[in-house]
């Protein structure tokens, strides 16, 4: 059973526009949220994070939001730049005790110039 | 700044052959984790660690062993490698404190091809 989805395998942007990466959950017991970036060939980099206490967290470019009553996170990047393409992960803690972060399957943005 | 570092980026392994994969951190982080990432299937657990010479399995540590001697050096070991273990493998560490969360820091991949 997947506790984390990103139901858009991948996304098209213009350069410039807003790019919106969606993330929904299904396990209430998740309270902190991450966003990874991976490009190809490499390992996933750390982007921004929110604490369940939260319902907005802004890094640049960079903001998530978080509705808890609809289970779902989002990503904004504003403006979209053409580095920015990369596939996107959202990832979540259950805070528990628990060390192990679920991850989605993640969502290929592609930033057109 | 922050490093996580795995042994080879690229191995080539036939069937039935014992394969090391070798992680090192060294930022002193008490957790390690091993993944695995497949198109279509994202990041997937197979195992971690706590602390040297303790280990969990993750969401899926069939054929997998691991190994956590000192506290910079995880190693996975795949015991009789076959064609389905053919993958990229991530290592990553975080801190532990307790009631705290950390991010977690990814070494940049070994990409496992099994013939």
């Known amino acids: 059973d997947q506790q984390v989805k990103q139901n858009s395998p991948s996304l098209s942007v213009q350069e410039g526009r807003i790019s919106i990466l969606n993330c929904d959950y299904t396990?209430?017991?998740?309270?902190?949220f991450l966003w990874y970036k991976k490009y190809p060939a490499e390992g996933p980099t750390f982007l921004i994070s929110?604490?369940?206490?939260?319902d907005k967290n802004e890094d640049g470019r960079f903001t998530v939001f978080l509705n808890k009553s609809a289970k779902h996170l989002s990503l904004h990047i504003v403006p979209s730049q053409p580095g920015d393409s990369a596939v996107y992960f959202c990832?979540?803690?259950?805070?528990?005790?628990?060390?192990?972060?679920?991850f989605g399957k993640g969502t290929k943005l592609s930033v057109i110039p | 700044d922050v490093k996580v570092t795995q042994s080879s980026r690229y191995l080539v392994k036939r069937t039935g052959e014992k394969v090391f994969l070798e992680c090192v951190q060294d930022?002193?982080?008490?957790?390690m984790f091993w993944y695995r990432q497949d198109p279509g299937l994202g990041l997937r657990l197979i195992y971690f660690?706590?602390?040297?010479?303790?280990?969990e399995k993750g969401d899926i540590p069939e054929g997998y062993s691991v190994s956590r001697e000192k506290k910079e050096r995880f190693s996975l070991i795949l015991e009789s490698a076959s064609t389905n273990q053919t993958s990229m493998y991530l290592c990553?560490?975080?801190?532990?404190?307790?009631?705290?969360?950390?991010?977690?820091?990814f070494g940049p991949g070994t990409r496992l091809t099994v013939t």
């Open positions: 990553a560490s975080s801190l532990m404190v307790t009631g705290w969360v950390y991010e977690q820091y």
């Open positions: 396990n209430s017991m998740f309270d902190y």
């Open positions: 929110i604490s369940s206490i939260k």
């Open positions: 990832a979540a803690y259950d805070g528990a005790g628990s060390y192990q972060l679920t």
């Open positions: 930022m002193d982080h008490e957790n």
């Open positions: 660690s706590y602390d040297v010479k303790m280990k």
